[in-house]
């Protein structure tokens, strides 16, 4: 018999046993991080589990709404990202103009826009499509218990390594200076200005929708939808992303970011089995960088929001039921996802970021190498896409 607790947030079909883990894993891990770094970073951890239960409940990933909406024209998912950027530029926006908030300092990522932000995403976005996930996305699925995701993952993290090693080859590539919409336009017209564009790009793929299928998926609905169990609206996460990054922003001083943990998780093993000595290289010699490789991963806010993606993800799977690690991969998706993954890497290193970082922190920050990362992103996912069947993975989408 079930007990009142397992009564109240369990579902019939949920896996206790997974449930329970996760709950575990996720309150000894916030009180070893509030011992061992501090209150700060344990909310940073608790904010990257909410990030991965949005992201798991809505399967809300961009490698799958890209592809969607290229070969069907079903575009939900990506108008969800327009909600979801939307909302961020309207939070972020007035916060980083006022340069504070509640006494936090705060920053956003306004980066370069060049030929190495173009040639990075087009790898990335190839990447993405082998690889079944973008940086969001293979950390939530492999949480999920997806076993091609753990194989991506691990190539990802190799990636974004050699991506660092190698970074001489890049750097003097020709770039604009890293421009700021709202410095260079003033508040209110840059946030006019990304509001039309969002809400124009939302049209348009309303439309297309529309003349291919004869419907538009809604963004609000979704049959039997549960806070607990799933499956979310689109808009649901979407609203919970913006509001998550946010308050990462509010928390850590700067938004939501990702693949900079895969550097220094690769750098450190290098370190460890003695393959290289990364403190020499050119890339961990910036200021800004060099005390991570050094500094405890207790310390270390994106670690710890990316393990906390992770384990959230775990819980959400745990609750719907649906966690089943299958570890039966054929040998060309298996090839795939080891390609996909260092092309994802490698292209984030030099894209200075992933879909999360470049993209969507990048264009709720108002710098321009956000919109430039997914202008080249779009074509490498429709090279991917084209790529898919060499490696016997499904190109078409369900109907």
Same mark, same amino acid.
């Given at each position: 018999?079930?007990?009142?607790?397992?009564?109240?947030?369990?579902?019939?079909?949920?896996?206790?046993?997974?449930?329970?883990?996760?709950?575990?894993?996720?309150?000894?891990?916030?009180?070893?991080?509030?011992?061992?770094?501090?209150?700060?970073?344990?909310?940073?951890?608790?904010?990257?589990?909410?990030?991965?239960?949005?992201?798991?409940?809505?399967?809300?990933?961009?490698?799958?709404?890209?592809?969607?909406?290229?070969?069907?024209?079903?575009?939900?998912?990506?108008?969800?990202?327009?909600?979801?950027?939307?909302?961020?530029?309207?939070?972020?926006?007035?916060?980083?103009?006022?340069?504070?908030?509640?006494?936090?300092?705060?920053?956003?990522?306004?980066?370069?826009?060049?030929?190495?932000?173009?040639?990075?995403?087009?790898?990335?976005?190839?990447?993405?499509?082998?690889?079944?996930?973008?940086?969001?996305?293979?950390?939530?699925?492999?949480?999920?218990?997806?076993?091609?995701?753990?194989?991506?993952?691990?190539?990802?993290?190799?990636?974004?390594?050699?991506?660092?090693?190698?970074?001489?080859?890049?750097? @003097?590539?020709?770039?604009?200076?890293?421009?700021?919409?709202?410095?260079?336009?003033?508040?209110?017209?840059?946030?006019?200005?990304?509001?039309?564009?969002?809400?124009?790009?939302?049209?348009?793929? @309303?439309?297309?929708?529309?003349?291919?299928?004869?419907?538009?998926?809604?963004?609000?609905?979704?049959?039997?939808?549960?806070?607990?169990?799933?499956?979310?609206?689109?808009?649901?996460?979407?609203?919970?992303?913006?509001?998550?990054?946010?308050?990462?922003?509010?928390?850590?001083?700067?938004?939501?970011?990702?693949?900079?943990?895969?550097?220094?998780?690769?750098?450190?093993?290098?370190?460890?089995?003695?393959?290289?000595?990364?403190?020499?290289?050119?890339?961990?010699?910036?200021?800004?960088?060099?005390?991570?490789?050094?500094?405890?991963?207790?310390?270390?806010?994106?670690?710890?929001?990316?393990?906390?993606?992770?384990?959230?993800?775990?819980?959400?799977?745990?609750?719907?039921?649906?966690?089943?690690?299958?570890?039966?991969?054929?040998?060309?998706?298996?090839?795939?996802?080891?390609?996909?993954?260092?092309?994802?890497?490698?292209?984030?290193?030099?894209?200075?970021?992933?879909?999360?970082?470049?993209?969507?922190?990048?264009?709720?920050?108002?710098?321009?190498?956000?919109?430039?990362?997914?202008?080249?992103?779009?074509?490498?996912?429709?090279?991917?896409?084209?790529?898919?069947?060499?490696?016997?993975?499904? @190109?078409?989408?369900?109907?």
């Amino acid at each position: 018999m079930q007990d009142r607790t397992t009564g109240l947030f369990l579902s019939h079909g949920a896996q206790r046993p997974v449930f329970m883990l996760a709950v575990a894993a996720l309150l000894i891990g916030a009180v070893y991080v509030v011992v061992n770094g501090s209150g700060r970073l344990a909310a940073l951890w608790l904010v990257g589990a909410g990030l991965g239960f949005a992201l798991y409940h809505a399967a809300f990933g961009f490698t799958g709404a890209y592809r969607t909406c290229i070969v069907s024209g079903r575009s939900g998912a990506v108008r969800a990202q327009m909600l979801m950027l939307a909302v961020a530029v309207l939070l972020f926006f007035p916060a980083l103009a006022a340069g504070s908030v509640f006494g936090q300092p705060v920053r956003g990522f306004v980066f370069p826009a060049g030929w190495e932000v173009v040639i990075g995403a087009f790898l990335f976005g190839i990447g993405m499509q082998l690889g079944g996930g973008c940086a969001s996305g293979t950390l939530y699925t492999t949480g999920g218990g997806d076993t091609r995701s753990v194989i991506t993952l691990v190539f990802f993290v190799t990636g974004m390594t050699l991506g660092a090693w190698d970074i001489e080859r890049w750097e @003097t590539l020709p770039a604009l200076p890293p421009i700021s919409l709202p410095g260079t336009l003033g508040l209110w017209p840059a946030l006019a200005l990304n509001l039309a564009v969002l809400a124009g790009i939302a049209w348009l793929l @309303t439309q297309r929708e529309k003349r291919r299928t004869g419907q538009v998926e809604p963004l609000f609905r979704r049959p039997k939808a549960s806070f607990l169990s799933g499956p979310w609206p689109l808009a649901w996460a979407a609203l919970a992303l913006a509001l998550l990054n946010f308050a990462t922003l509010l928390i850590a001083g700067r938004p939501w970011g990702i693949t900079q943990a895969f550097a220094t998780w690769g750098s450190r093993f290098a370190e460890s089995v003695g393959w290289a000595d990364p403190v020499f290289w050119i890339y961990w010699e910036d200021p800004t960088r060099i005390d991570l490789l050094h500094r405890s991963l207790a310390q270390d806010a994106t670690h710890l929001m990316n393990v906390g993606l992770v384990l959230g993800a775990f819980l959400a799977a745990g609750l719907a039921g649906r966690f089943a690690p299958d570890w039966r991969v054929g040998l060309r998706p298996l090839l795939a996802a080891v390609i996909g993954g260092l092309l994802l890497g490698y292209g984030a290193r030099m894209a200075f970021g992933c879909n999360i970082s470049a993209f969507f922190s990048g264009v709720a920050s108002g710098s321009v190498h956000g919109w430039v990362w997914i202008a080249a992103a779009i074509p490498g996912n429709i090279v991917g896409i084209w790529l898919r069947p060499l490696f016997a993975l499904q @190109t078409k989408v369900a109907s």
